[in-house]
């Protein structure tokens, strides 16, 4: 079993950054990558960021590309999400998600993934 906690989010004008961390206990996130997704009031969840375990492709939504930077430190077990020129289209809560094993292609697919955290909420003030 795998327990998520993530904390960081909060209220932030247009431009300004926020840096999320999504905290792992119960095993390790090893040999599986970790993920952001997101969802504002009234829509679908949706990817943000992809970071494997080791080696591998780092993803992101094309909506964030050049403004968030996701990373990860396996030996506190932390994966992070640095968001920078924020905007308000970015208000949502945010959550990390792991799967149980690897999603191979299906890195972006909520459905992929068995573990998720509670969620963090940023809004962002234009």
């Known amino acids: 079993q795998v327990q998520l906690v993530e904390s960081g989010g909060g209220l932030v004008q247009a431009g300004g950054s926020l840096r999320l961390s999504c905290a792992g206990s119960?095993?390790?996130?090893?040999?599986?990558?970790t993920a952001w997704f997101r969802q504002a009031p009234g829509k679908e969840r949706e990817f943000v960021a992809y970071i494997p375990w080791s080696v591998g492709i780092i993803r992101y939504a094309d909506s964030v590309k050049g403004r968030f930077t996701i990373s990860r430190d396996n030996a506190k077990n932390t994966v992070y999400l640095q968001m920078n020129s924020l905007k308000p289209e970015d208000t949502a809560v945010y959550y990390c998600?792991?799967?149980?094993?690897?999603?191979?292609?299906?890195?972006?697919?909520?459905?992929?993934?068995?573990?998720w955290g509670q969620g963090t909420q940023v809004t962002v003030s234009s």
């Open positions: 119960g095993r390790t996130f090893g040999n599986s990558g």
């Open positions: 998600a792991a799967p149980a094993g690897s999603c191979g292609a299906r890195w972006y697919q909520p459905s992929c993934y068995s573990y």
